[in-house]
């Protein structure tokens, strides 16, 4: 089986994700990945690996790079399927990620949450505190993303003391509104916490 894909022009991580679930229907076979930038091209190489999988470039250009990604025995791509919440709690303080440039920053936290959608199980709860509760007002592309994975059970939590700080509380369009109590709460219960 031989699948083909586009991934020109896409943002990071969307082609490693579409390789990867192109991989992921497949038992044995290739997929060939049409890629435009080094980035995207180290990242499913990275994946290839990672799964056991063997890899040629067929054509490296400036702007033209060809992978094949193979499939086949003692490969590992394919993922349980798991229908349950990891016990988990993305803790998210910030409309950005990371510190340095903000306009990097947007794009980042825009990616992560993309990313969560598409990496299972997802976690019981993402808490949103300080600007990170504009992710749930204002930002159109986050609150896509956060609806996807409020769809798939994920409680998404935005503090009500910092909605009312923003001016955001009447604007909530995704999850629910929380307190400091219940936030403690979630974090104490859940395996683990994971800030961002």
Partial sequence: MLIEIDARGLACPKPVINTKKELDKIENGSVVVTVDNSIAKEN????????NCETKII?????LIIIEVKKGEGSVVQVKEESELENKCIYI???????????????????????????????????FVNSGVKLT?????????????EEGGV???????????????????????????NIVDIMKNTSQTITV
């Fill in 44 to 51: 499913i190489l990275k994946l290839a690996k990672s799964s």
């Fill in 59 to 63: 054509k490296e250009e400036e702007n």
């Fill in 93 to 127: 303080s910030s409309d950005k990620m990371g510190s340095g440039n903000d306009e990097l920053g947007e794009v980042l936290i825009k990616g992560f949450i993309y990313t969560l959608t598409e990496a299972k199980p997802y976690p019981k709860y993402i808490v």
């Fill in 137 to 149: 007002a204002q930002n159109k592309a986050t609150i896509e993303n956060l609806k996807i994975l």
């Fill in 155 to 181: 409680e998404i939590v935005s503090c009500g003391t910092c909605l009312d700080y923003y001016g955001l509380k009447d604007t909530l369009e995704v999850g629910t509104v929380t307190n400091m109590y």
